[in-house]
């Protein structure tokens, strides 16, 4: 498909570029950056497949083609219900996509999700790289911690123990 090729359900293709088109794109698109529960990017076809199946058979007419136009910004008009469906599959409100202030709040809050994950990805593989680098006795103090639920014994400072 080019970029002047309207998709098969034709809903709102435009040949010519749409401000609000290509907004509505780039906010789809920082969904599919930034919500990923299965490590990785969702493929259009699992959006398509993902709202089919929570909308049963009232879900919206939504095509791969259709949700690509929307995504590139090549689509205006998308359909109240192409929105909420859009919004209920990526868990935003179906104002995300018309508000600035809702997606601006909603894209801060999702860049944060997306900075702890992958603060958490990093600090998990520094912890195992710390412990395949251990010695046999730093293991066995490690493996009696684990077996005894942590230290019995508040640190001599009397502040809180820390555990990184």
């Given at each position: 498909m080019d970029d002047t090729t309207a998709p098969a359900d034709g809903e709102g293709a435009v040949d010519e570029i749409d401000p609000e088109a290509v907004q509505l794109g780039q906010r789809v698109e920082y969904l599919?950056?930034?919500?990923?529960?299965?490590?990785?990017?969702f493929t259009l076809q699992e959006v398509v497949d993902g709202i089919r199946a929570q909308g049963g058979p009232n879900a919206p007419k939504l095509s791969v083609g259709r949700l690509w136009a929307l995504v590139k910004g090549k689509a205006s008009n998308p359909t109240i219900s192409t929105l909420r469906a859009l919004g209920d599959f990526f868990g935003v409100p179906q104002a995300y996509f018309i508000d600035d202030d809702v997606a601006a709040r909603v894209s801060a809050q999702l860049s944060l999700i997306s900075a702890m994950r992958a603060n958490d990805v990093r600090s998990v593989a520094l912890r195992a790289a710390t412990v395949a680098t251990m010695s046999?006795?730093?293991?066995?103090?490690?493996?009696?911690?684990?077996?005894?639920?942590?230290?019995?014994?508040?640190?001599a400072t009397g502040e809180p123990e820390r555990f990184v």
């Open positions: 599919f950056e930034h919500v990923q529960p299965l490590g990785r990017r046999s006795q730093g293991l066995d103090i490690v493996r009696s911690l684990v077996e005894q639920g942590g230290p019995s014994e508040q640190p």
